[in-house]
DNA sequence: CTGAAAGCGCTTACAG
DNA sequence: CTGAAAGCGCTTACAG
C-alpha cells in the first residue's frame, strides 16, 4: 500500500481507513489518523478488492439472475436492485438466463465461482427444484419477481393485481371473460390468473378451463394465446393478458379479426409498462411496483446476509384504468 | 487448496489445473495429471478469483455503463456483450448511468476501484471530455453504440442509416420532411440526422433548420418535438425520428390530432426494436445489429487488452419498410 | 498508540 | 517431473 510512504506501518494504516474509525476512534493517534486520511484520498487510493476479499472472506457482491433484461419489467427491477446495491457498498453481475434451466444452473455456478456473498434470482420456476439445490450450497439468496415455495422473496402481490382486475371487469358487466395466462412455470403468471379467478368465483361465476390459456410473456405469445382464444366459438367480451407485452399481443389479434379494443373486446394487462399509456388505445393494467421489488430484494438480501431473520415481502399493486377496458355490451 | 489431499504440492497442482495444460504437458506426469484433473472436477473445484486476482493482476472482470438497461435497446446490446464475454471467460459488471455525467463520473470510479481490466461505455458524450480523462487513467476501454472522436468503438453505421431512411423518402417523393433528432450529445443522433440530410442534400433539397428539433430519446421526448413540429404552419409531408421509441411518440401526437401515420403523414424510426412491427400501424424503421455490436464490442476490447490494434467498426443496418410510410400526397 | 507477524489462495520463476 | 519459496495487498488478533 502506498500509504505507508508517511513511514507508517500498513497495519496501521488499514486500522485508520477502516470501518473502526467510525468507533472510539482508537485506530491511531488524531494526527496519525488525519496525516492517513490526507493522503489516503489525495493519491484516491482504494483497497484492492481481491486483497480485502481474499483475506474477509466477504466480496460484497452479489449475483444476480434475470430472465432477461430487454423485458422491461425485469429491466427495471434490476435498476432498484443496482440503486440500493450501490446504498449498501455492494457491487452486482447481472445475467440473463431465458428462463433456460441449463442456462440458469451454469451461471449460478458461474457467479458462485466468483465468490458473490449472495444472489438475487428473477427467474424462480415455481417448482424450486433447483432453488433446492442452492440452498443446500448454503448460499443466502432471495427471490424477486417471482416466488417459490416459502423462500424468501420480494413480489408484486400479484393474486391481489389479479384480483383487481377481475372485479374491474365484473363491475363492467364482464361475464364471460378469459385469460392469457402465461408461462405456467411462474409464480406471476399462475398467481395473478388464480386472483382473476377467485375475483369471478366470489361473484358466483366460473371461469371455464378453456377459457384460460398460457403464452408466452412477450407479443407474439399473447398474440397467439388471443387467436387460439378467438379461434371458435363466441369470442369472450373481455380478456385479461397477465403482462402487458402480452396484452399488446392480444390487441394485435384483435386488429387483425377487425375487433377494436375497448369497444368490442375489453382488454386489460399487468405492470403498467411505459408504453401501455401510449398505445393507440391506452391500456387499463394494474401498476406493479418494479423498482421498489428490487430495492427490497437487495434489502432483504443484507438481512440475510447479516445472519437476521427474513420475511417475504408482498408489495401492494394499483389498479389503472384506461380506454381498453369498457362496459360489457347488454345482453 | 483442497486437491492437495492427494499429497502432492499446490504449485504441482496448480500448474496442471492452469493453462499451461494445452501446452506441451510439460505439467506434471500424466497419472499425476489424471489424478489432480479427477479430484478437481469431482470436488467441483474453482479457484479463488480474488487470490488469482491478486497474484496475477488481472481480474477478467470487464465494467460497462450504458445509459439505462430498461432502454430495449441497450438491453440487447447488455444481451451480445454478455454472451461475448463469457465466450471469453470474462464477467461483466453493468450499470446505468441515465447519461448523467455526475453517475457516470462516480460509476467509473466504482468499477475501477473493483479493479476491471477494461471497461465498455455505451453512454459516450460526443465531446468526449470525461473519456479522455478515462484514457489517462490508463484503462483500456471500448465504446458502443455511440462514438466519440477516434476513440475505438462498435457502431451501427448511423451515417449510412439515416441515409437510407432519407433515400426512402425521396423515392416516395416527400420534399418536405423534418427529423426528431434526438438528444445533442449522442453520435447516433447526430450521425442518423446527418445521413438523412445528406440524403436530402444530394437531391438538391436543403432541409431548414426549424424542421431538425432535438428531442428526448423515448416516447414522451418524440411527442414533445412532434407538437413542436405541427403546433405551426403546415405540417411535414414525413418524420424521421432517430429511434423508435421517439417514433412512438410520433405517432401519439400525430394521433392527437386526428392524424393518420402513414396516410396522413410518414413516419419513420430507427432499432427495429421488437414493438415496431406490432404497432396498429407498423412501423417502417432501420434495423440496427444490437446484439452483434454488444459482441463485437467485447471482441474488439480482449484485442485492446491483448495489446492488439483495434479497429473502430460500423456495422450495416438494414431499412425495413413498413405502413408507416406511403408515397407523399400529389402536390 | 503503533508495530510485527501470520495468513487468506493462488502463480511463477527457480531448484533439484 | 515435482517441491519450496516468495509475494500479490490486505486484515486481524496480539504485543509492546
Redesign the interface.
Known amino acids: 500500500m502506498i500509504a505507508d510512504q508517511l513511514e507508517l506501518h500498513v497495519s496501521t494504516v488499514s486500522r485508520v481507513l477502516h470501518g473502526t474509525s467510525g468507533e472510539s476512534g482508537r485506530a491511531a493517534g488524531p494526527a496519525t489518523v488525519e496525516r492517513i486520511r490526507r493522503l489516503a484520498d489525495e493519491l484516491g487510493y482504494?483497497p484492492?478488492?481481491?486483497?480485502t476479499?481474499?483475506r474477509t472472506r466477504r466480496?460484497n457482491l452479489i449475483g444476480v439472475l434475470v430472465p432477461?433484461?430487454?423485458d422491461?419489467v425485469l429491466?427495471?427491477i434490476?435498476?432498484g436492485i443496482?440503486e440500493a446495491a450501490?446504498g449498501h457498498g455492494l457491487?452486482?453481475?447481472?445475467?440473463?438466463t431465458h428462463d433456460d434451466p441449463g442456462i440458469q444452473r451454469s451461471r449460478t455456478e458461474?457467479v458462485?465461482?466468483?465468490?458473490v456473498d449472495g444472489m438475487i434470482f428473477g427467474d424462480a420456476y415455481a417448482d424450486a427444484r433447483f432453488l433446492a439445490e442452492v440452498t443446500a450450497r448454503g448460499v443466502p439468496f432471495v427471490l424477486v419477481s417471482r416466488r417459490a415455495g416459502d423462500l424468501p422473496s420480494v413480489t408484486c402481490d400479484d393474486h391481489l393485481g389479479g384480483r383487481m382486475v377481475g372485479e374491474h371487469l365484473l363491475a363492467l358487466g364482464h361475464r364471460d371473460v378469459a385469460v392469457v395466462a402465461g408461462e405456467p412455470y411462474a409464480s406471476t403468471g399462475i398467481d395473478r390468473t388464480a386472483g382473476f379467478v377467485a375475483a369471478y368465483a366470489s361473484a358466483g361465476i366460473e371461469i371455464p378451463a378453456p377459457r384460460v390459456v398460457a403464452s408466452g410473456f412477450?407479443?407474439p405469445g399473447g398474440r397467439a394465446a388471443a387467436e387460439q382464444l378467438l379461434a371458435c366459438g363466441p369470442p369472450p367480451s373481455a380478456i385479461f393478458a397477465v403482462n402487458d407485452f402480452a396484452a399488446?399481443?392480444v390487441?394485435?389479434a384483435l386488429?387483425d379479426r377487425g375487433l377494436r379494443a375497448g369497444t368490442d373486446i375489453s382488454v386489460a394487462g399487468f405492470n403498467d409498462t411505459?408504453?401501455a399509456a401510449?398505445?393507440?388505445v391506452p391500456l387499463t393494467t394494474v401498476r406493479s411496483p418494479m423498482r421498489e421489488v428490487g430495492r427490497r430484494g437487495v434489502d432483504l438480501l443484507t438481512r440475510l446476509l447479516r445472519g437476521e431473520q427474513a420475511e417475504s415481502e408482498r408489495l401492494r399493486p394499483e389498479l389503472v384504468v384506461r380506454a381498453s377496458t369498457a362496459p360489457a355490451p347488454p345482453g
Open positions: 482504494r484492492n478488492p481481491h486483497a476479499g481474499l466480496s432477461r433484461l430487454s422491461i429491466a427495471l434490476y435498476e443496482e450501490a457491487s452486482t453481475f447481472v445475467t440473463n458461474m458462485l465461482a466468483r465468490r412477450d407479443a399488446i399481443g390487441l394485435g386488429r411505459p408504453l401510449e398505445l393507440p
